[in-house]
């Protein structure tokens, strides 16, 4: 295959050059553990603290409320088990949403069979949640509210604001799962009244495998992983010196870089969105056509198996996505369209496509292109397709 156009940075990106350049001597020179007495070893420590400092000045909060996780997903366990476990006396009672990645829903699940009670909030059709409804779910025992910043799938923003001000308005807690929103539009912890923000290196440009959950001061959560003292005390481990690297000089590089990038991929994305309504029939935009992140198109293509249509896709060399990276391979649509109110055959022809600041106007030319040719062909051969051309003809 001679070309490569990767259309799945919602999936995980690239990690930036200099973000690998800043890391390597963290392996091979600099490798001392940051807790150790020694001058070789403790400049880590150093190292680390400006990492945390960079990651502070993008979200408009101190760096000792920054804690660095294995991840996205582990900072999104973390909220919503220690908020449980911490406010027990309170209530047991969580509101979150429908559309949840689901390193939230999952852990939903799991403190339901412990005795939780959860709120899984509805969505409008473009992905939004409605604060009415959210003001209607809260309860005298309600502990902690949970809902993303931007939704991976379909790119839609949510109005954390006002959620993060009904929040504070109750007295409950505020986690927000960042992980497709941060870097890529403006967050302020303290305007958004946010009590736990979760966000991840590889989405990006950093490593994989780091992220980190932020904690306002005051807010009193457990430790997730017992050990050493490490991250004030809440989450042992000796620290993953490259990745706070890593991902430190990745939000650095997103923080100053995000007006630009998201200028020209929002002008990418809706010259994308214009071709694929204008040029292919019987599609549909799936999120918010405005408030959504800047490099997110999701379409739905009625007529056309979306698993079908991502294999003709990557005979081409496009690399898409149906739904979210962890719910393929699995039958079932995606929750989030289902949540949106699309029917299971139109969830089922599905497609993702999510932008870098590389992708050129060239290779979406190329995919749009792509895109009528499999689109047509796939259709040619459905027979809920030729039963509906029949009837729109008699
Ligand atoms: C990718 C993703 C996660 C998980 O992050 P990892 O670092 O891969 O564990 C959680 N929430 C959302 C919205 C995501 O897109």
């Known amino acids: 295959m001679d070309r490569l156009i990767y259309l799945d940075n919602a999936a995980t990106t690239k990690t930036a050059p200099e973000v690998v350049e800043a890391m390597l001597p963290y392996f091979t020179e600099n490798y001392g553990n940051p807790s150790s007495v020694y001058g070789f070893a403790a400049k880590n420590k150093e190292a680390v603290t400006k990492q945390r400092e960079e990651i502070a000045k993008v979200l408009g909060v101190l760096p000792k409320e920054i804690y660095f996780t294995a991840g996205g997903s582990e900072a999104d366990n973390w909220a919503?088990?220690?908020?449980?476990?911490?406010?027990?006396a309170k209530g047991n009672h969580i509101i979150t949403t429908k559309i949840e990645?689901?390193?939230?829903?999952?852990?939903?699940?799991?403190?339901?069979?412990?005795?939780?009670?959860?709120?899984?909030?509805?969505?409008?059709?473009d992905g939004v949640v409605d604060l009415d409804g959210l003001r209607a779910a809260i309860r005298p025992t309600t502990i902690l509210i949970s809902v993303m910043f931007a939704n991976n799938e379909?790119?839609?923003?949510?109005?954390?604001?006002?959620?993060?001000?009904?929040?504070?308005?109750?007295?409950?807690?505020f986690h927000t799962d960042a992980v497709q929103a941060f870097g890529q539009v403006p967050i302020s912890a303290d305007e958004c009244h946010i009590d736990m923000l979760s966000a991840s290196g590889h989405k990006l440009n950093g490593p994989k495998g780091i992220g980190f959950l932020y904690i306002?001061?005051?807010?009193?959560?457990?430790?997730?992983?017992?050990?050493?003292?490490?991250?004030?005390?809440?989450?042992?481990?000796?620290?993953?010196?490259?990745?706070?690297?890593?991902?430190?000089?990745?939000?650095?590089?997103?923080?100053?870089?995000?007006?630009?990038?998201?200028?020209?991929?929002?002008?990418?994305?809706?010259?994308?969105?214009?071709?694929?309504?204008?040029?292919?029939?019987?599609?549909?935009?799936?999120?918010?056509?405005?408030?959504?992140?800047?490099?997110n198109a999701n379409f739905s293509f009625r007529f056309v198996e979306g698993e079908s249509l991502l294999i003709m896709l990557d005979m081409k060399g496009i690399?898409?996505?149906?739904?979210?990276?962890?719910t393929s391979g699995s039958l079932d649509p995606s929750h989030v369209l289902l949540a949106i109110g699309l029917p299971h055959e139109i969830a089922h022809g599905s497609l993702r496509l999510t932008l870098s600041d590389e992708t050129t106007k060239e290779e979406i030319d190329y995919v749009v292109d792509c895109l009528k040719e499999i689109v047509s062909h796939l259709r040619e051969m459905s027979p809920l397709y030729e039963d509906f051309v029949k009837k729109n003809q008699a």
Do not use: W
């Open 319 to 326: 690399c898409a996505s149906s739904g979210s990276a962890c």
């Open 216 to 295: 306002r001061t005051g807010v009193k959560i457990r430790s997730f992983v017992h050990g050493g003292a490490q991250e004030r005390k809440r989450r042992a481990g000796t620290e993953n010196v490259p990745g706070i690297i890593g991902i430190g000089t990745a939000v650095k590089r997103a923080g100053d870089t995000m007006a630009e990038r998201a200028k020209k991929e929002t002008e990418l994305r809706d010259y994308l969105i214009g071709r694929v309504l204008n040029e292919i029939p019987y599609t549909k935009l799936n999120g918010h056509p405005k408030k959504r992140l800047p490099n």
């Open 101 to 125: 990645h689901h390193a939230i829903l999952h852990t939903a699940q799991y403190l339901e069979k412990r005795g939780f009670e959860v709120t899984y909030l509805d969505v409008d059709e």
């Open 154 to 173: 379909i790119g839609t923003l949510q109005p954390i604001r006002e959620i993060g001000e009904i929040a504070k308005e109750k007295g409950i807690l």
């Open 80 to 88: 919503l088990k220690a908020a449980a476990e911490c406010c027990g």
